[in-house]
């Protein structure tokens, strides 16, 4: 009887420890800075603003291109929370479509934008 609680025990030892080992690194990877974050915090500095909705599979898809990077997009919700009407500050841009990308120059894209696109338009530099 005593061998089986002592096997017990060092079988909950061991993943205690694996369980804090998963957990620690997990930790150390969401530190790391994302592949694009310069490339996002550029966009934003050069007067790119991309406007979107939480309901919108396009803008999802773009923000997904970004990864952990997207939390730097120059981003601003358009809808509402009830997700039936639009917020001012997009319907003062007359942003008619989602996502809707407006630039320095004024000039206006709308649909999910490739990211070489992206940084021909705002000549920011995209990591290789």
């Given at each position: 009887?005593?061998?089986?609680?002592?096997?017990?025990?060092?079988?909950?030892?061991?993943?205690?420890?694996?369980?804090?080992?998963?957990?620690?690194?997990?930790?150390?990877?969401?530190?790391?800075?994302?592949?694009?974050?310069?490339f996002a915090?550029?966009?934003?500095?050069?007067?790119?603003?991309?406007?979107?909705?939480?309901?919108?599979?396009?803008?999802?898809?773009?923000?997904?291109?970004?990864?952990?990077?997207?939390?730097?997009?120059?981003?601003?919700?358009?809808?509402?929370?009830?997700?039936?009407?639009?917020?001012?500050?997009?319907?003062?841009?007359?942003?008619?479509?989602?996502?809707?990308?407006?630039?320095?120059?004024?000039?206006?894209?709308?649909?999910?934008?490739?990211?070489?696109?992206?940084?021909?338009?705002?000549?920011?530099?995209l990591p290789?």
């Amino acid at each position: 009887m005593k061998k089986n609680n002592t096997k017990s025990i060092i079988v909950i030892v061991i993943v205690v420890i694996l369980a804090f080992a998963g957990i620690y690194t997990l930790a150390i990877q969401n530190n790391k800075p994302g592949k694009l974050d310069d490339f996002a915090k550029c966009l934003q500095k050069q007067g790119a603003t991309f406007y979107g909705a939480f309901w919108c599979p396009h803008c999802k898809e773009q923000k997904a291109e970004f990864g952990k990077s997207a939390k730097y997009l120059p981003y601003v919700e358009c809808s509402t929370a009830d997700s039936n009407g639009q917020l001012p500050v997009c319907t003062n841009q007359k942003i008619e479509s989602y996502p809707t990308w407006i630039f320095a120059d004024g000039s206006k894209q709308t649909g999910k934008i490739e990211l070489q696109d992206l940084a021909d338009k705002t000549s920011c530099e995209l990591p290789k």
